[in-house]
């Protein structure tokens, strides 16, 4: 099993910054995917940020103001957010995709979640 650890969420005003770190703990092999995602009441989970072995994603809503990072071992996610927004508020989960000692296929894994509220 994997779990993982967020942090670093918080009240901002706009304009401010806040990083997110997750980690991964458990009987991780290999992780291939390392993902950040939004989600506020009523809608979708939507996709944020993403790092994989060929490089960086971002959705078009945080292109030139978030960055995704990782360490080298791969089992911490972050997430720089930069020039916050209002409409930037939501709960922010991370997400690994990783195969587990006894398993044979990648999975899916997701935090709890962390509060990002951008207000004035």
């Known amino acids: 099993q994997v779990q993982l650890v967020e942090s670093g969420g918080g009240l901002v005003q706009p304009g401010e910054s806040l990083r997110l770190s997750c980690t991964a703990s458990?009987?991780?092999?290999?992780?291939?995917?390392m993902r950040w995602y939004r989600q506020t009441p009523g809608k979708p989970r939507e996709l944020v940020a993403a790092?994989?072995?060929?490089?960086?994603n971002y959705a078009d809503f945080v292109k030139g103001r978030f960055t995704i990072s990782r360490d080298n071992a791969k089992t911490t996610v972050y997430l720089q957010m930069n020039s916050l927004k209002p409409e930037d508020t939501a709960v922010y989960y991370c997400?690994?995709?990783?195969?587990?000692?006894?398993?044979?296929?990648?999975?899916?894994?997701w935090g709890q979640g962390t509060q990002v509220t951008v207000s004035s």
């Open positions: 790092i994989t072995g060929a490089g960086t």
């Open positions: 997400n690994v995709r990783s195969i587990t000692s006894g398993s044979y296929n990648y999975s899916d894994y």
């Open positions: 458990g009987s991780i092999l290999s992780t291939n995917a």
